[in-house]
């Protein structure tokens, strides 16, 4: 199977920078688009940024500007630099990919386990 593995969340102060990372591992032939979504306490999962397998990016209009989704194929890792991070940007964040597990497969969606981020005021 496939796992993704999140790391790079804490606490931080407000204005402050974090960068985070999800490593792919497992039976994987190939991997399409990577993201990353959040969760805030009582709000549905949205989008922050996702990247596809060519390198194009979009971004959820709260963090344009201040937030960079990358990639590393050849580790089969997707990073979120987020910078001037402010309270609202407070969630779980997950890091969601498409794997294709064989060459004839179809691609699957897969998520990770969430990494909490927390900005202070």
């Known amino acids: 199977q496939v796992q993704l593995v999140e790391s790079g969340g804490g606490l931080v102060q407000a204005g402050r920078s974090l960068r985070l990372s999800c490593a792919a591992s497992?039976?994987?032939?190939?991997?399409?688009?990577m993201g990353w979504y959040r969760q805030a306490p009582g709000k549905q999962r949205e989008l922050v940024a996702r990247?596809?397998?060519?390198?194009?990016?979009n971004y959820a209009d709260a963090v344009k500007g201040r937030f960079t989704i990358s990639r590393d194929n050849a580790k089969n890792t997707v990073y979120l630099q987020m910078n001037s991070l402010k309270p609202e940007d407070t969630a779980v964040y997950y890091c969601?990919?498409?794997?294709?597990?064989?060459?004839?497969?179809?691609?699957?969606?897969?998520w990770g386990q969430g990494t909490q981020v927390t900005v202070s005021s």
């Open positions: 990247i596809t397998g060519g390198g194009s990016t």
């Open positions: 969601n990919a498409d794997v294709r597990i064989y060459a004839y497969s179809l691609y699957d969606d897969y």
């Open positions: 497992g039976s994987i032939f190939s991997i399409n688009a």
